[in-house]
């Protein structure tokens, strides 16, 4: 029997670019047969994602208060472990992350037994690279995660990431709220899981506006920062 595989997208205000990237998901073919399901968390938006995402024949589930990304992305983790899939994927729905490269995320996956895997924009650097800011920022957490997980993770921003039945299991208990894909490593790391990543071309965002707004900022870099220490001292 194939295995199962839910899409993850947290979705604040995507209205204009979900629509496409549900198109996408709707002729994406997965290796090994799996069957793809699409969750839409629709994060209290004020415009009409949600009712895209039912037109997009997409799962729906309305948060009744804006939970933040990290509380989306583990709202759509909850529904997969409750709902048995053998793999999530967390995918945005602006545009992105780009559905014809979900397969190398499975792929490399089936091949290494990863638990975690991360598209990265990084590794072959093709495909949109991010603004200059936001390059200096990923490249800071590259060296805040080498020192507190030992791996060289050059994407760890990346929300482009492949979650086994056990990042799941884990994911759905303990999962970071705010801006959490940095700190969500060192949970990961800590927890004996094993974490990699594949090259993936990225596309520029085709609509919406970021959640991170002042990703380059030294406040950002300090309150994450402050947060991945926390995760790393904090008792199992």
Same mark, same amino acid.
């Given at each position: 029997?194939?295995?199962?595989?839910?899409?993850?997208?947290p979705?604040?205000?995507e209205?204009?670019s979900?629509?496409?990237?549900?198109? *996408?998901?709707?002729?994406?073919v997965?290796?090994d047969?799996?069957?793809l399901?699409?969750l839409?968390v629709?994060?209290?938006?004020?415009?009409?994602?949600?009712a895209?995402?039912?037109?997009?024949?997409a799962i729906?589930?309305?948060l009744?208060?804006n +939970?933040?990304?990290?509380?989306?992305?583990?709202?759509?983790? +909850?529904?997969?472990?409750?709902?048995?899939?053998d793999?999530?994927?967390? +995918?945005?729905?602006?545009?992105?992350?780009?559905?014809?490269e /979900?397969?190398k995320l499975?792929?490399?996956h089936?091949?290494?037994?990863?638990?975690?895997?991360i &598209?990265?924009?990084?590794l *072959?650097? *093709?495909?949109f690279?991010?603004s200059?800011?936001?390059?200096?920022?990923?490249k800071y %957490?590259?060296?805040?995660?080498?020192l507190m997980t030992? /791996?060289?993770?050059?994407?760890?921003?990346s929300?482009f990431r /492949?979650f086994?039945?056990?990042?799941?299991?884990?994911?759905?208990?303990?999962?970071?709220?705010e801006?959490?894909?940095?700190e969500?490593l060192?949970? %990961?790391s800590?927890? &004996?899981?094993?974490?990699?990543e594949?090259?993936?071309?990225m596309n520029a965002?085709?609509? &919406?506006?970021?959640?991170?707004?002042? %990703?380059?900022?030294?406040?950002y870099?300090?309150?994450?920062?402050?947060?991945m220490?926390?995760? %790393?001292?904090?008792?199992?």
């Amino acid at each position: 029997m194939p295995g199962k595989v839910l899409i993850v997208i947290p979705c604040y205000n995507e209205e204009a670019s979900l629509p496409s990237v549900l198109k *996408e998901l709707q002729q994406t073919v997965l290796p090994d047969n799996y069957q793809l399901d699409v969750l839409v968390v629709n994060d209290c938006s004020k415009d009409g994602t949600s009712a895209v995402a039912k037109k997009g024949k997409a799962i729906v589930i309305d948060l009744p208060v804006n +939970l933040g990304i990290g509380g989306a992305v583990q709202t759509g983790i +909850l529904y997969a472990r409750n709902n048995g899939y053998d793999i999530a994927i967390q +995918l945005d729905g602006d545009g992105q992350h780009p559905p014809k490269e /979900l397969s190398k995320l499975v792929s490399f996956h089936l091949e290494s037994g990863a638990n975690i895997v991360i &598209g990265s924009r990084f590794l *072959e650097k *093709e495909g949109f690279q991010s603004s200059f800011a936001r390059r200096l920022g990923i490249k800071y %957490f590259h060296w805040v995660n080498r020192l507190m997980t030992g /791996l060289h993770i050059y994407d760890s921003t990346s929300g482009f990431r /492949l979650f086994d039945k056990a990042a799941i299991k884990i994911a759905a208990v303990n999962y970071p709220d705010e801006y959490p894909e940095p700190e969500s490593l060192v949970v %990961f790391s800590k927890a &004996g899981l094993k974490i990699a990543e594949v090259p993936v071309i990225m596309n520029a965002r085709q609509g &919406g506006q970021s959640s991170i707004r002042q %990703f380059g900022s030294l406040y950002y870099c300090i309150k994450v920062s402050l947060a991945m220490l926390f995760s %790393f001292i904090r008792k199992p």
